[in-house]
């Protein structure tokens, strides 16, 4: 058990932009999160996968953010036309439903820095 | 809803005791307690699932009052190794139906200890 990964830890991209971020869960973990932080705040939950099923998605998340799970392992994020205000940690977290009580397990992040 | 957590910081010294409170407008069904130290990413402590519940972690223990629609935290014989942010996290926010969706997170607790 190797722990969740995201690839890559930094990105600096200009204005107008499009990034994607990869994020590998914990092996057997059948549920994955992504979430964004701000300095000062805790994480902000944006989406979450089932398997390859995207189950929930924040109201607060604009069209230009796309998450897709294809085969049910890992997982991307793409932000289409970065802004300012997309600069933030962007976090990916595992969790099973098949045994334990939910906990979810955070990845190291990819940072997010939009000049 | 985000949940309210207090007090925003406390500075303690090596051996004194804590407790970080994490407050509700809405129903609870669990909290998700989490420590994140600068620049990491956040680390699963525990999670309390039902009203009256209690846990505890090593020297850190928590409560859940389901009725009061809140949690408490309580760290004792604080050492160095529990300075940092932790946060509170409840499950279905405003976009949720409830259950083990995605968290809605405090603005999280600054622990500092002091040798």
């Known amino acids: 058990d190797t722990g969740v990964s995201q690839d890559p830890r930094h990105k600096i991209t200009k204005r107008g932009q499009n990034v994607t971020f990869r994020c590998d869960p914990i092996?057997?973990?059948?549920?994955l999160y992504w979430y964004r932080q701000t300095l000062g705040q805790g994480p902000e939950f944006l989406t979450y996968?089932?398997?390859?099923?995207?189950?929930?998605k924040s109201r607060l998340l604009s069209d230009r953010f796309s998450a897709e799970r294809p085969k049910g392992s890992f997982s991307t994020l793409e932000i289409q036309r970065t802004e300012q205000g997309d600069s933030a940690m962007y976090l990916c977290?595992?969790?099973?439903?098949?045994?334990?009580?939910?906990?979810?397990?955070f990845g190291p992040g990819t940072r997010l820095t939009v000049t | 809803q985000q949940p309210v957590q207090s007090p925003q910081a406390v500075i303690l010294r090596e051996g004194e005791d804590a407790v970080i409170n994490c407050s509700s407008s809405k129903a609870l069904y669990s909290v998700h307690w989490y420590r994140q130290k600068h620049g990491e990413a956040p680390v699963f402590l525990m999670i309390?699932?039902?009203?009256?519940e209690q846990k505890g972690h090593e020297k850190i223990s928590a409560s859940f009052n389901e009725k009061k629609q809140q949690s408490s935290l309580y760290l004792t014989a604080s050492q160095l190794s529990y300075s940092g942010t932790y946060f509170c996290g409840t499950p279905g926010g405003p976009y949720s139906g409830g259950g083990a969706d995605g968290l809605t997170f405090g603005k999280g607790t600054h622990l500092i200890i002091q040798p």
């Open positions: 309390l699932l039902k009203g009256g």
């Open positions: 092996s057997e973990h059948n549920r």
């Open positions: 977290a595992s969790t099973t439903t098949t045994s334990g009580e939910g906990e979810q397990y």
């Open positions: 996968f089932q398997n390859e099923a995207q189950l929930e």
